[in-house]
């Protein structure tokens, strides 16, 4: 009889966690216009916005995971407008989020952070996933797929296009926003071809911060 219960107790911890992923609730985060966003610079014909996710309600807007922030995650959605006549690429390696205390912060991939808070383990994924109570219109999907596809990756923008993705920023002290009193850093642009260099962008992150919800 014990051994009966051994083998019937890790296929319902399987399908439970199966159940959850089919839970997960992939949402649109919409994209306004570039001068409808309070943190940005130009550089020649090129404009870079910068919105932070700097609460879990705004964050559990765009990942349908509850308590994002207070995980230590904190996403930055990033909106590149290229009016120029040019290719340009842009690499996100170097791209650093420079804190009010003068500490450099580096993009977390969207893989890592998954694996960290959404694979835990089945107790800690209760908790997080939550799309029953979710407002927002969307469609059932992975929280790997999700974070990655938002992503802002290493691409190539193409001349008179509006480009967009996230950075996620990780900070062992998530109750304190690491977004106030911070500058996103984008050292170059460069145009395909040549390699020409189009920079620095550098974007303080308060002008945001005072107007979000």
């Not at 340009?88 to 390696?93: E, F």
């Not at 835990?120 to 799309?131: A, Q, V, Y």
Request: cysteine-free; charged content about 15%; hydrophobic content about 40%.
């Amino acid at each position: 009889m014990a051994a009966g219960r051994w083998t019937i107790a890790p296929l319902i911890l399987l399908g439970a966690v199966f159940l959850i992923a089919d839970d997960y609730i992939i949402k649109t985060v919409a994209v306004g216009p570039i001068e409808s966003y309070p943190a940005r610079a130009t550089v020649g014909s090129v404009t870079i916005a910068a919105d932070p996710y700097s609460t879990n309600e705004k964050s559990y807007t765009a990942f349908d995971v509850k308590k994002l922030n207070s995980q230590g995650y904190f996403p930055l959605h990033v909106i590149i407008q290229n009016s120029s006549k040019d290719f340009l690429k842009i690499r996100t390696r170097n791209i650093i989020l420079v804190t009010a205390s003068g500490q450099h912060l580096y993009t977390t991939p969207a893989s890592v952070l998954v694996d960290d808070v959404v694979g835990k383990g089945f107790t800690s994924r209760i908790p997080l996933l939550g799309s029953s109570d979710s407002t927002t219109t969307g469609k059932p999907g992975s929280p790997l797929s999700d974070f990655s596809s938002k992503e802002l990756t290493n691409r190539l923008l193409d001349p008179g296009t509006v480009s967009d993705g996230f950075l996620y920023f990780f900070t062992p002290e998530p109750k304190k926003n690491p977004f106030a009193g911070s500058t996103l850093f984008i050292p170059k642009l460069e145009k395909e071809g040549t390699n020409q260099a189009l920079g620095p962008f550098s974007i303080p992150l308060d002008p945001a911060l005072t107007t979000s919800p």
